[in-house]
């Protein structure tokens, strides 16, 4: 895509985005089924990535509302940063934030201590998401985790003792060998630390990490889409008991702890991503910054763009992205509100796909909403595949 | 010009046997085109004709050609080349005097050389057979020439040795056209009749007919009749390709051209119509007139994204150049609206989809063609089935009648016994043997249409190490124990996946279409029940089990489009499906009812 089209008119867009999303693309150790964007080494890039996002963020800062209704801090491993680092980074970013702003962290269990927990909550980090992804130290050692079971409960008593009132959990399961049994112990323990919110995930293999050669090389054999469903529903019925309540297919929170930034993505509203690889929605314009750090780190010293792609959505494209994301709430899509930004409702846009699901009872229509059955949560990309392919 | 200077003649030939190389000598040595343009093809024209080496339209070339100082008109008629344009090329035939048989010296006779040597007998037309490509290392010009001789009994010695490639052998070819060949009969004072050999369609000038003037003449201005469909237009415009276009004032007895006469339709052009003055009558037609012979009907539906309308919009041009193809709206009650096309062939139908798709845009979803049938009732009715969603009742069904070919399989004489067992596992008749040379034979056989239409002739290739041909031709219909085999997709009948089988057939054919189906149809939320049934007899059943699982993990930093993309990705090449009730029928699915299951 061409770059002039990449650029913004700021006048436009000014203070009109309420999120804000950081990308550190740096990870103490690859774990072996990750394909995102992060680097291993390099204290050098460290200090030039943080002044390259910070300046990213002046240039463009004048788009976010002022406080940022969230700030979500992702990666890579944003606490891999040397407490100095993040400090710098994080106090530029608190400068975005008052009282009311979700300001979240993503940490790796085995990035925690005291010094980095202080940091933390010296400038406004509220919430803090935690990578657990098992307690199991063999599923771990599958995954290619650089953390122990210990350390994780470690972070925790850290994290806690720091004043982090808003914990949530990252879970992983469908990982070779793990049975419905040990899934079960794995979600037991995550809910006896009683964080304020929960994520899971069923593993996906992605080419090109060293997960995806062991089951091409027959190495590992990957659970089952019959068990991974079974791990999904009692993931469901299990949080339910325990009074996390679902909001998406795969968050759980308690009263009042629903990750407003996620939230952000799944109503489709604006966002601003800063860093490599990091994606911004503005004024209907979607872009994603250059992936690879060097790049990145070279056009914002040359202060060029650093967005790498971009498009523009419109009519269609955007309806058809909007129910992609919001049919993942469990509440699903507000008839009104979509036919209010839209100017005509769900099924009137799309009454092929939407029709068709009703019909099957995929999609369930209520008076104000149309969302998806339950049964249909671990079969949802059918149903938005076919939503999207009506655009 | 005297009826005795003008020669009329075909080229008929095998496929690839050098038909358009040594037309494009001819008109070469002739003066008709450069030596650069004889590297083009000029008789073959549309773009997915050439792609596909075939020669479809008919058309026709004058040449002038001087011989011991007498100046000759020559024209020469094409034919197309493929087995699906059988009724075409016996047009052209109809409209020459004679032909030259070319074939080609390192292959042999094959089976469209029997089959057109046999229409040109048919028709009394003289042939003077020519053995092309005699500079291939391959080439035994003396073997084939006999094969020649035991085809047409044409003593070998008179052969013409050819090569298209160095232009040898080119003048005597030309030499024995004007003395082999008889000059045109034909009345040039009696009542004008003239034959419509082919048509094409021109954006400016509408219908473009091509005749041969048989008795009387035409001249610009001419009010004239068809015969046949009783229309009546005003001639325009008449000419010659030479094969440049070059307008005349009025063609004779004897001469061929093109005329013009303001018809926007080609359907309303029939192949094989005579033209006659609107004014002074001829009493009689020309012979061999009848209507095209479709041999295969397929359902056309607008897939997902292509309305019913631009598909009827689409057929409309097509069929401006494409007489043979008809269509007639129909609907049906699991695939919504679409069309009934009727092709000449299989290939003809492909043709007709991929220029749908290709030069229309019209996503086309298209159930399995089938033969035509012809069903008896109980109240003594007989009715043509084009469908068989639209076979009457049992209880009403007194017959059905399949269409029966009578079909030449030419084969090396050492795969006699394969291709015997080929013929014999698609209930077809054994009739006789005829031996071409002591190494190459004729197998005759009574063969149901339906059992060929598909993979037979890739099978006759597999078993003849790609040496065996066949041609065929519609003999009768016959009656026989079909059967309609229903296919239930989720316990709903489809009636666009029914198929007529022989009784004895309906067991393997049953399993295997729905072993195919299940690799068709993609897994969907809930459990799909396939079965094939006689009736309401279950004959075979397989399930496509529920898919479990198909969520993808959260988008990370918020990269919507990644995400967009991997969905979409999901539905790419599924383009081409029909909703059945709650369940995708993808174009493949629909085309496995084709497979015999053998
Ligand atoms: N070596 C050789 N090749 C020939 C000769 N005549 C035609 N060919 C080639 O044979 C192929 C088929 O020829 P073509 O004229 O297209 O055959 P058609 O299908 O009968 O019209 C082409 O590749 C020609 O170049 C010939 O006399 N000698
Ligand atoms: S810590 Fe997270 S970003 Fe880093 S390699 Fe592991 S999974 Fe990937």
Redesign the pocket.
């Known amino acids: 895509m061409l770059e002039h089209f990449c650029k913004q008119n700021h006048s436009q867009v000014s203070r009109s985005v309420g999120a804000l999303y950081v990308h550190v693309p740096f990870c103490v150790r690859k774990c072996r089924y990750c394909d995102f964007y992060s680097q291993t080494d390099g204290q050098a890039a460290k200090q030039r990535y943080v002044a390259a996002a910070i300046g990213e963020l002046k240039l463009k800062g004048d788009v976010l509302a002022a406080p940022a209704a969230s700030i979500f801090v992702g990666g890579g491993t944003p606490t891999s940063l040397e407490p100095d680092l993040l400090d710098e980074l994080l106090a530029q970013l608190h400068r975005y934030a008052d009282g009311e702003t979700e300001f979240t962290v993503e940490a790796n269990p085995g990035t925690i201590d005291t010094a980095t927990a202080d940091v933390l909550v010296r400038n406004g980090v509220n919430r803090v998401s935690l990578g657990v992804q098992s307690f199991d130290a063999k599923l771990l050692d599958v995954l290619g985790r650089i953390h122990t079971p210990q350390q994780t409960h470690e972070a925790l008593r850290i994290l806690r003792g720091a004043g982090v009132g808003n914990i949530s959990l990252d879970l992983i399961y469908g990982i070779p060998g793990q049975s419905l049994e040990m899934w079960s112990r794995d979600l037991d323990e995550a809910l006896a630390a009683d964080t304020e919110h929960l994520s899971a995930y069923a593993l996906s293999f992605e080419e090109n990490t060293p997960l995806w050669d062991d089951l091409e090389a027959d190495r590992v054999s990957p659970v089952n889409d019959e068990l991974q469903r079974a791990m999904y529903y009692h993931l469901i019925e299990t949080t339910a008991s325990r009074g996390l309540e679902q909001y998406e297919i795969s968050n759980f929170a308690r009263a009042g702890r629903r990750c407003k930034h996620n939230i952000t993505y799944w109503l489709n509203k604006g966002y601003l991503g800063v860093g490599p690889a990091a994606a911004s929605y503005i004024g209907g314009r979607r872009s994603v910054n250059a992936p690879d750090l060097q790049d990145y780190l070279e056009r914002i010293e040359a202060g060029t763009p650093p967005q790498a792609e971009c498009e523009q959505l419109v009519g269609r494209s955007e309806m058809g992205e909007t129910l992609m994301l919001q049919l993942r709430l469990t509440e699903g899509v507000k008839i009104a509100s979509f036919t209010k930004r839209f100017a005509v409702s769900p099924t009137e846009a799309f009454p092929r796909s939407i029709g068709r699901y009703l019909q099957s009872g995929a999609l369930v229509e209520t008076k104000t909403h149309i969302r998806l059955s339950r049964e249909h949560f671990f079969t949802a990309d059918t149903v938005l595949a076919d939503i999207l392919a009506e655009v | 010009m005297n009826q005795d200077h003008i020669r009329n003649f075909s080229i008929i030939?095998?496929?690839?046997?050098?038909?358009?190389?040594?037309?494009?000598r001819m008109l070469l040595r002739c003066g008709a085109i450069t030596d650069r343009e004889f590297h083009n093809?000029l008789l073959d024209d549309m773009e997915l004709e050439r792609e596909r080496?075939?020669?479809i339209k008919a058309s026709a070339v004058t040449m002038n050609y001087e011989l011991d100082g007498e100046k000759y008109m020559l024209n020469m008629i094409d034919t197309p080349?493929h087995v699906d344009f059988h009724y075409e090329v016996s047009r052209s035939l109809a409209a020459c005097d004679g032909g030259l048989l070319?074939v080609?010296?390192a292959q042999g006779v094959e089976a469209q050389t029997v089959a057109n040597a046999y229409m040109a007998d048919n028709s009394k037309l003289p042939l003077v057979p020519i053995i092309?490509?005699?500079?291939?290392p391959a080439a035994r010009p003396e073997d084939v020439a006999m094969e020649v001789e035991h085809l047409i009994a044409t003593p070998a010695e008179d052969c013409i040795f050819?090569?298209?490639?160095?232009g040898q052998g080119v003048d005597d070819m030309l030499q024995a056209i004007v003395k082999q060949l008889p000059p045109p009969a034909g009345d040039p004072k009696g009542k004008t009749r003239a034959l419509i050999f082919d048509s094409t369609h021109d954006e400016y000038r509408g219908v473009v007919i091509y005749v041969r003037v048989v008795d009387g003449k035409l001249a610009i201005g001419d009010k004239i009749r068809m015969m046949g469909t009783k229309d009546t237009y005003q001639i325009n415009n008449l000419g010659k390709f030479t094969p440049k276009p070059v307008e005349v004032k009025s063609m004779s007895a004897g001469e061929v051209g093109y005329v013009v006469a303001n018809i926007r339709e080609l359907a309303s052009v029939h192949v094989g119509d005579t033209i006659t003055m609107e004014l002074d009558q001829a009493a009689k037609p020309l012979p061999g007139y009848h209507p095209p012979q479709h041999m295969v009907f397929s359902d056309f539906y607008p897939g997902p994204s292509t309305q019913f309308a631009d598909m009827r919009d689409a057929l409309e041009k097509l069929v401006l150049n494409d007489s043979s193809l008809t269509y007639s709206a129909i609907s049906s009650e699991a695939l919504g609206f679409g069309f009934r096309c009727g092709f000449l062939g299989m290939l003809h139908m492909e043709i007709v989809q991929e220029r749908l798709e290709r030069e229309h845009d019209i996503e086309v979803v298209q159930t399995a063609p089938t033969v035509p049938y012809e069903v008896l009732t109980t109240d003594g009715a007989v009715t043509e089935v084009d469908s068989a969603g639209d076979l009457p009742d049992a209880n009403y069904l007194e017959e059905i009648r399949e269409p029966i070919v009578k079909a030449n399989l030419i084969c090396p004489s050492d795969s006699i016994g394969t291709v015997m067992q080929l013929a014999e596992d698609r209930r077809a008749i054994y009739k006789a043997t005829e031996y071409l040379s002591s190494d190459r034979v004729i197998l005759t056989y009574e063969i149901p249409l339906a059992e060929i239409i598909y993979d037979f002739y890739d099978k006759l290739k597999s078993a003849t190490r790609g040496y065996g041909t066949m041609d065929f031709e519609i003999i009768e219909y016959r009656a026989n124990d079909l059967v309609k085999l229903d296919i239930l997709v989720n316990n709903n009948k489809v009636e666009a996946l029914s198929v007529i089988v022989h009784r004895s057939k309906a067991d393997p054919r049953g399993r295997g279409l729905i072993q195919r189906l299940r690799k068709e149809i993609s897994r969907h939320q809930f459990e799909i029940p396939l079965q094939a049934a006689i009736g309401t007899k279950v004959i075979a059943r397989e399930t496509i089990t529920a898919l479990r699982k198909n969520v993808t993990a959260k988008c990370y930093g918020g990269d919507v489009s990644r995400k967009r993309k991997l969905l979409e990705k999901q539905k790419k090449g599924k383009k081409r499906m029909k909703m059945v009730g709650n369940v995708e029928i993808p174009q493949k699915a629909f085309m496995a009812v084709l497979d015999p299951g053998d």
């Open positions: 030939a095998h496929i690839d046997h050098g038909k358009s190389t040594l037309a494009d093809q080496g075939i020669t080349g070319v080609d010296a092309n490509k005699i500079d291939l050819t090569s298209a490639k160095t």
